[in-house]
């Protein structure tokens, strides 16, 4: 009787084996969160993509600076504990550069601007009433996280969860600093 009102309480789930296969491993749902951040949210690759070429070289640059950048942060912090708030802060983020970009026509070479401040790349207070930045904010920023929150991330011990990360910095600086290398040859 007490096994059956065991398995009835759900917690029967933590000694099945293989769940630890299931579940997401830590570095690619970085590697999710980032690719959807650089290409998802880029606005200046779909003009690049919409205009037929034009300018698709500095876009692919933004993609690889703008995934780079939110790669690096997401394994900083893409501990078992902060991953998903982490994550959550980087989509809105990336959603909300994504409305400022589009509503405000900011061109990419603006990223390699050493007088750039964030400020000039976040919407306007008159722009959120607009219907097209609340939009991207559901569709780039609010759909990932409900998946974010609903995906279950593979417990790595504390070693190899800290080598992932490692990895996963190394591995993202190098890609943020071959885009802004295209992005500073080419603007």
Known sequence: MSLKLFRSTGFHSILTPGE??????PGWA???????????????FWHALASGGRGLALALGAVLALAGAAGFVLSVLGWRRTFK???????????????????QDIPAGLLVDPSLRLSTLMPTWASLLQWQVPTLLV????????????????????????????????????????GFAVLYALA
């Open 85 to 103: 708030a982490a994550g959550t802060a980087a989509l809105l983020f990336g959603a909300l550069l994504a409305g400022g970009v589009l509503t």
């Open 20 to 25: 630890a296969r299931l579940a997401l491993h």
């Open 139 to 178: 569709l780039l920023g609010g759909i990932p996280v409900l998946y974010l929150w609903n995906v279950q991330l593979r417990r790595l011990p504390g070693s190899a969860q800290l080598r992932t990360n490692l990895a996963g910095m190394v591995a993202w600086a190098l890609v943020f600093t071959c």
């Open 30 to 44: 970085v590697a999710i969160a980032s690719g959807w951040i650089g290409v998802a949210c880029n606005v200046w």
